[in-house]
T-cell receptor, first 113, second 116 residues
């Protein structure tokens, strides 16, 4: 079965720096990979979706890369702000019907002013 | 657009009682809704998938007689935790798919269930 690994340790960075979060998966490359933001006690909020034939996707200060050879996605937040502090989850579609999302454990990002 | 609500946001119940959680898509029709459970400092685990008018499909290890799911309309799904026990205490989150993108799931704010 697909295993998704995210760094469970919190990432602490200084405001203004670029945060880079990693998502590795172990099995087949999914057609889509998604990134979500989750604040404490709240449901996840969709951020970006990247397809297997896309190397990179950008949205404002966010950038996602998808390397099917390395079986890895990187999630970047440029010019980070304290308001970016949250847990970031990567998720992969793990069934052919596009129904089942399997989530990684998430990485907590702390941006210090 | 693509807003999903859940009610209640938190609930405390006694062991042995049943609790119903509602999930609504407010501004779109959700062809498929999903129910997840999240324990503290862990990721979301899919419990079941439901399509409007059909029986829910439960993930392995999830008791369908304990977690009753009803998806009676394109905007409403309910999860009923029957005969709740303290080990059922968790954060329950629903998501809905419908909107403009087939693969995007829109999540509700979650329901914190505490069984005493």
């Amino acid at each position: 079965s697909q295993k998704i690994e995210q760094n469970s340790e919190a990432l602490n960075i200084q405001e203004g720096k670029t945060a880079t979060l990693t998502c590795n998966y172990t099995n087949y490359s999914p057609a889509y990979l998604q990134w979500y933001r989750q604040d404490p006690g709240r449901g996840p909020v969709f951020l970006l979706l990247i397809r297997e034939n896309e190397k990179e996707k950008r949205k404002e200060r966010l950038k996602v890369t998808f390397d099917t050879t390395l079986k890895q996605s990187l999630f970047h937040i440029t010019a980070s702000q304290p308001a970016d502090s949250a847990t970031y989850l990567c998720a992969l579609l793990t069934d052919n019907a596009g129904n089942m999302l399997t989530f990684g454990g998430g990485t907590r990002l702390m941006v210090k002013p | 657009g693509a807003v999903v609500s859940q009610h209640p946001s938190w609930v405390i119940c006694k062991s042995g009682t049943s609790v119903k959680i509602e999930c609504r898509s407010l501004d779109f029709q959700a062809t498929t809704m999903f129910w997840y459970r999240q324990f503290p400092k862990q990721s979301l685990m899919l419990m079941a998938t439901s399509n409007e008018g059909s029986k829910a499909t439960y993930e392995q290890g999830v008791e369908k007689d304990k977690f009753l799911i009803n998806h009676a309309s394109l905007t409403l799904s309910t999860l009923t935790v029957t005969s709740a026990h303290p080990e059922d205490s968790s954060f329950y989150i629903c998501s809905a798919r419908g909107g403009d993108s087939f693969y995007e799931q829109y999540f509700g704010p979650g329901t914190r269930l505490t069984v005493t």
